[in-house]
């Protein structure tokens, strides 16, 4: 890869030991860097997001109880 520029963000401990060969790291910013080009990162969480609320409402949950499930885990992180 061009142009590169090594950055540091935080991982899972047990997910780190993943990307101790340098050829898994490349792979990796190779693939993080098309999800950030473009927006498609954010076309993907939506895709997921959407498909968490299909799940939650085929075993049950409404918009107002996924709503006060997201109210209270940001309360959570917020203490």
């Known amino acids: 890869m061009e142009n590169t520029v090594d950055v540091t963000i935080p991982i899972d401990a047990e997910v780190a030991s993943a990307l101790e060969a340098p050829a898994r790291r490349e792979a990796a910013g ?47 992180r917020r203490a």
């Open 30 to 76: 190779r693939y993080l860097s098309s999800l950030l080009r473009g927006g498609r990162l954010r076309d993907i969480l939506a895709e997921a997001i959407a498909d968490a609320k299909q799940q939650a409402r085929a075993n049950g949950l409404t918009d107002a109880d996924i709503d006060n499930e997201l109210a209270a885990w940001r309360a959570e």
